[in-house]
C-alpha cells in the first residue's frame, strides 16, 4: 500500500473538515478524490503531504508515518494545484531551477529542459511568472510537479483552467506517466468524464465524510440507489450537489 489514511480528521475550532476519512492508495493506481466546494478534499491532500496537521488519525506513506519521516517522504512524492501561486517575479526556468535544488535532481537544466517541452511550454522558459496565463501557470505547476520523477504525485485540479485541448493532453501524459512509470496518482477534479476515463476508483467525500469508494460505476450505483449498466459520475455529483443545497 503507498498510501494509508486511517481515521483522519482536522478541526477547526467547532467546524469539522475531514471526519473520520479513511482509504487506501496501491502502487501505480489513479485514484480520483471527489466532493462538492467544501467537502474536505484539499484540507485531506494537505494533510497527506504534511503541510497540515491531523486532529486525530494518521497518514502512512510508503509504510511510513508522515509526521516523523516527512523529509524522506517529500523526496519521493510531489504536489501541484493552478490555484498555487508561484513567486511572480522570477521567470519560470528561475522558478523551476529552485524546486529542482529543493528535490536535489541531477542535471537540473537538461530536466528542466525535458519538463518543458513534455508540457509544451519551452518558449515562456525565460518568461516572468507575472506575465502567464492562468493556463500556463498550471502548466508550470506540472512540469515542477514531474522534477523528481515522484512515486506519488498529488494534483489538485490540475486542469481547471486549461482549454480542452491542452487539458486532453496533460491526461493522456498522466496516463501514459502511469502506465510507463508505475507513478500513483491522487488527484481531486470537477471534469466527471476525466475521471471516468482515468480512474480505476474514487473516494467521494461530503461534508468532511467518505460517502462512497469504488470504481466509478460502484461509485454510481451507490450513491443513485440504482443498478446501471455505465458510469454517471456527473449525474452523481448534481445528485448530491443537490442534497447538499436542500438538506
Given amino acids: 500500500m503507498i498510501v494509508e489514511v486511517n481515521n483522519l480528521t482536522k478541526r477547526f475550532g467547532s467546524f469539522t473538515a475531514v471526519d473520520s476519512v479513511t482509504f487506501g492508495v496501491e502502487q501505480g493506481e489513479i485514484i480520483g478524490m471527489l466532493g462538492p466546494n467544501g ?4 484540507t485531506t491532500i494537505h494533510m497527506i503531504l504534511g503541510l497540515i496537521t491531523p486532529s486525530a488519525g494518521e497518514v502512512r506513506i510508503f509504510g511510513r508515518d508522515i509526521r516523523t519521516h ?3 517522504i517529500l523526496q519521493q512524492i ?3 494545484s493552478p490555484y498555487v501561486a508561484f513567486p511572480y517575479r522570477l521567470t519560470v526556468l528561475e522558478n523551476l531551477l529552485v524546486f529542482a535544488r529543493l528535490y536535489q535532481v541531477p542535471r537540473r537544466r537538461e530536466k528542466i529542459d525535458a519538463m518543458l517541452e513534455m508540457f509544451g511550454i519551452t518558449d515562456l522558459r525565460d518568461k516572468p511568472i507575472a506575465r502567464l496565463s492562468s493556463g500556463e501557470n498550471t502548466r508550470v505547476g506540472l512540469a515542477k ?3 523528481n520523477d515522484p512515486r506519488l504525485l498529488l494534483l489538485d ?3 481547471a483552467y486549461l482549454d480542452p485541448e491542452i487539458a486532453w493532453q496533460v491526461k493522456e501524459l498522466m496516463m501514459r506517466v502511469q502506465r510507463e512509470r508505475g507513478t500513483t496518482i491522487l488527484y481531486t477534479s470537477h471534469n466527471m ?3 471516468e476515463q482515468m480512474c480505476s476508483r474514487i473516494v467521494f467525500l461530503n461534508h468532511g465524510r467518505v460517502i462512497a469508494q469504488g470504481s ?3 461509485i454510481t450505483q451507490s450513491i443513485l440507489k ?3 449498466d455505465e458510469p454517471a459520475l456527473e449525474e452523481v455529483f448534481l445528485r448530491v450537489v443537490r442534497e447538499r443545497i436542500s438538506a
Avoid at 467537502?39 to 484539499?42: C, E, L
Fill in 39 to 42: 467537502a474536505g478534499k484539499t
Fill in 70 to 72: 516527512r523529509e524522506e
Fill in 78 to 80: 510531489n504536489f501541484t
Fill in 145 to 147: 510537479a514531474m522534477l
Fill in 157 to 159: 485540479e490540475p486542469t
Fill in 193 to 195: 468524464a476525466e475521471v
Fill in 216 to 218: 466509478p460505476i460502484e
Fill in 226 to 228: 440504482e443498478e446501471r
